[in-house]
Every structure is written in C-alpha cells, then in structure tokens.
C-alpha cells in the first residue's frame, strides 16, 4: 500500500483518536495523517460498541489513508491494515479485520480495525482506527473469555510507539487493496475464520469462508448466504 506521510500527533489523553482524527479530516488539515492516544476515555469499536484503552498499555492509533479517498471498496482497506498489523506484531486474523490469537483455550481478540468513510469537501477520506491490547494486564469480566493482550499471551509486548512503528512499516508492505484476491494469500496464512459460529439475524450458523469480494460466506439451515463486513456480527457477544 502507499505509504502513510505527514505527521502523526500523540495526545495522551483523548476520548477516541478516531474522533480526534475526523474533525482533522473534515477542516481539510491534510498535514495530520494520524493520531495516536495512550488513554482513551470513549475508545470506539465496530458496529456501536466500546473499545477499551488502559493508559501506557495499548495501541490506539487513527490513520487517514488520503491516497485512498473515495476507494470503491473501502471494505478491503481496513482488511488490508489489518493485515499489516497482523503482520508487523504476528498475529492471526478473523473476517473481517479482528487480530487474534491462538490460545489454549481458543482464539482470543487482541485487537481490532475500526474503518470509517469521513466526508471531507467532495470527497470520502478512509480513517482506519487500530487497537491493539499490548500490555493490558486485566479485563473486565464480561470481556474476559473473548479478549487477552500480547502480554497476558506470554509474548513480550512492543511499546505502543514501538508498534506504531512496525505497523507504519508494515503498510507499506501489503499488496494495493484493489480486489480481495490482492490479499487472500497473505491473510489466509493467518486466517482462523472458517468455523466460527455466526449469528445470521438470530439465527445459528458457520462461517466457510471467504469471497472474491472480502464478504463472508456463512452456512446456515437455510443454505450458503454471503454477509458484507458492516453486518459482521460473530457468535453474539464475541468484542
Ligand atoms: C473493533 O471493534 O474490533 C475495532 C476496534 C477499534 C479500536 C480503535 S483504538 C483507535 C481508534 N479509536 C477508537 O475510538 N477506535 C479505534
């Protein structure tokens, strides 16, 4: 992918860097292309949830992808930062962009991609929000069965700007997100999707796989049905 240039601001304290960084995007400041927090106090996740950001022991970084306005498939872009994260700190990958790992016990969430389109003059800017668990030491209980950190894994965790770095670099190493098949083969060596449950509006199903176009292919009693990212929705409480 094209490189991410100009400057990233590091605010210690924010409530949501992806918030942050959109009100950049909407003045038009194309100077800042990031923005990296060490606590947010109202960190965002997929699909209206909340993400959590305990000071000094987390990732919380927006990037805006400028070189990517208007992408006609802005779906392939968080799949294709989210390979690069999973890459730079060696981690599996669930559809549509959830950074896992392989436990004992499971795959674990240890981190996930927020991406959203920013109106921005006549254009759609894509701000792509990473949040990676580096040092969390403890959980919340409701979280604690689906979510760990690198630290709680037994790796040794980067320093958030540490990992910043390596996933700056990182991006510039993935394939151009022009069709899914761009990236398949790089993801799929990480991939732990097929065989989860899934929840389909309330109903129990598998996912298979994954299609041409980046969707999930989920098997339910009714047959095969495709399911586009913004629906993802996996097992029902799954963060
Ligand atoms: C998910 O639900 O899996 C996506 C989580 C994305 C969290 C990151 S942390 C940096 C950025 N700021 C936010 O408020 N959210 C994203």
Redesign the pocket.
Known sequence: MKPVEGKILFVPE????????ASWVREGNRSIVG???DF?S??????G?G?L?PPGE?????LALYPYADWEQPQLLGMAVALAVAEALDLSLRWP???VLCLDEGAR?V????SEMIPAGKSRIPVI????NLAVAEFPSELKATATSLLLAGRKPPTPEEAQERILDAIREVPEPTAWSALAGRWMARDVTPGKPYLLDGRPGEAVGINDEGHLIVRTEEGLTIVPSAEAWYGGST?
């Open positions: 924010l409530e949501s860097s992806q918030d942050e960084l923005v990296r927090a947010q109202k960190g965002r996740g997929r699909l949830r993400w950001t987390a990732l919380a970084l927006s962009n959830d950074l969430k981190g996930g991609i927020l929000g990473i949040g990676v963060p």
